[in-house]
């Protein structure tokens, strides 16, 4: 079974430029979450996950509209650079226990990853 829910770190969170490409997908205000991983800036205005090293990565986890959720998916996939192979879309689950979809960076030998100390990509914009 697919996951029904999806873990957002970055651009996709709140407030954040493509948090409108998620909203009128999401069922509710979703939660806090993080998931292993390490997360890295690109310097190019988004953030960039690898899941399953040391650390740990902070965001939150909304469940997708069971009726639209394919179309949720197929939307974002574009958003996100999967079918470019930017990003991958991933299950994951969260240190909350819920499985869920995920972006992890995929390969683009022209982009530099930078770490994100903490792990948490709004704090890095506010400090950084």
Known sequence: MSPEHLFV??????????????EPYVVDEGADDSVAGQLFDT??????????NDGA????????????????LHELDIVEGAV?????????????GVT????QF???PEITLQPIAGGDW?????TG
């Open 84 to 96: 470019r192979g930017l990003y991958a879309r991933v299950p994951i689950t969260t240190a909350a």
């Open 57 to 72: 990565i902070s965001g939150r986890v909304y469940a997708l509209r069971a009726e639209t959720i394919d179309e949720a």
């Open 106 to 108: 995929g390969t683009d």
């Open 122 to 126: 709004l704090t890095r914009l506010r």
């Open 9 to 22: 770190y970055g651009t996709l969170r709140p407030g954040e430029v493509r948090w409108q490409f998620l």
């Open 100 to 103: 869920a979809w995920a972006y």
């Open 43 to 52: 310097g190019l205005g988004y953030p960039a996950a690898i899941f399953g």
